[in-house]
């Protein structure tokens, strides 16, 4: 079993940074690629970003290209997403989840383990 638990969401103006970070425990972290997801109020939850066993391979969602980075410390056991140029369309629950594969992968259905979420408000 794997608990994920999500910190750093909050509310920001737009064009304002926020970091998140998950922390991972009961699985080895580096055997394990992550990911990050939202869903916005009223809507389904969509892929945000992917990033593989060892961070050196990631994906975004085109929506995010260029203003959030996912990252990993395996020594730490966490994640994390730097979100910059924050827009009001960020708002959102955001989620860290966790699947038993080393690769990236953009289908929540591919993944294993979820976290409670995290709320990020971007006020325009």
């Known amino acids: 079993q794997v608990q994920l638990v999500e910190s750093g969401g909050g509310l920001v103006q737009a064009g304002g940074s926020l970091s998140l970070s998950c922390a991972v425990s009961?699985?080895?972290?580096?055997?394990?690629?992550m990911g990050w997801f939202r869903q916005p109020p009223g809507k389904e939850r969509a892929f945000v970003a992917s990033i593989n066993w060892s961070g050196g391979t990631t994906a975004y969602a085109d929506s995010v290209k260029g203003r959030f980075t996912i990252s990993r410390d395996n020594a730490k056991n966490t994640l994390y997403l730097q979100m910059n140029s924050l827009k009001p369309e960020d708002t959102a629950v955001y989620y860290c989840?966790?699947?038993?594969?080393?690769?990236?992968?953009?289908?929540?259905?591919?993944?294993?383990?979820w976290g409670q979420g995290t709320q990020v408000t971007v006020s325009s």
């Open positions: 989840a966790a699947r038993r594969n080393l690769d990236i992968s953009s289908a929540s259905s591919r993944y294993d383990y």
């Open positions: 009961g699985r080895t972290f580096s055997t394990i690629a």
